[in-house]
Each structure stands twice: as C-alpha cells, then as structure tokens.
C-alpha cells in the first residue's frame, strides 16, 4: 500500500505492518515518530539522507526491538501477507515480534469494539443509565 492513499490516509498509522530493511527479510513492525526524541531524529535524517527523494519511514522492529530507516515502499499490509512473510526461519526474536505483532492487533480489534447486548443487539454505550423501564 501507498501511503497517503487514493483518500489520502495513511493504511499503516498506528497500525503492525511487515517492513524490510535491507537485505534481511520482512519482519513484523510499527512506526515510530521520528521526533520523539533526539537519537531518533539523527537516525530519521542519516536514513533520508541515504534514499534521497524516496518516500522513508522510522520503523520499530517488534521482538528485536532494533530502529531503522526504511523505504516507504517497504511497508507492506501484516494480514495480507502473513502466510508469506512468517514463514522466515523462526528464531526467538522474530517468534516474540510475532507474539507482540498479535498483541497490538488484538488490542487495538478490542478498542474499536463497542459491546453489544446479546439479548436485543442496541449497543451497550448508548444505554441510559438513568432511564426509567416503562
């Protein structure tokens, strides 16, 4: 995916996605703000620096924990590519990246959730509390 698609929004904002650095393999990852703090700053501009006019992105390897520049045109969508990219030889950074890849996912599935009753399907937010039952 492009970011700043057809709609302008970014697909991989606050999302997991696979990122490959280099000549190593995609790996399980999520952006991080290159203005959080200074070290990272310095790390964002050697690496814009290094692709010139291409699109890059700060990226967190999850499970190694490692920073790195990368090409914006190396994000790529995690559920839509799983099958493929987990199937690297597992070592026990990239098995914990995956397990902390699935945390963040299943985290963020349950933000979004908004409960629903299972009797009448309103959702459980927009009860009033202080209504009198008729």
């Not at 990122?19 to 290159?34: D, E, G, L, M």
């Amino acid at each position: 995916g492009e970011p700043g698609g057809a709609d302008g929004a970014d697909p991989y904002a606050g999302e997991v996605f696979w990122a490959k650095f280099s000549n190593h393999p995609y790996w399980p990852a999520v952006r991080c703000q290159p203005e959080a703090n200074d070290q990272d700053a310095a790390l964002f501009e050697r690496g814009r620096m290094r692709f010139g006019s291409k699109p890059v992105d700060l990226v967190l390897f999850l499970g190694s924990n490692n920073k790195a520049v990368v090409r914006s045109e190396d994000l790529i969508d995690f559920s839509e590519n799983f099958d493929t990219c987990s199937r690297k030889k597992a070592g026990k950074q990239f098995e914990l990246g995956l397990e902390m890849a699935d945390e963040i996912i299943m985290r963020k599935r349950n933000e979004r959730a908004v409960p629903n009753c299972s009797v009448c399907k309103d959702e459980v937010g927009s009860w009033d509390v202080n209504a009198v039952p008729e």
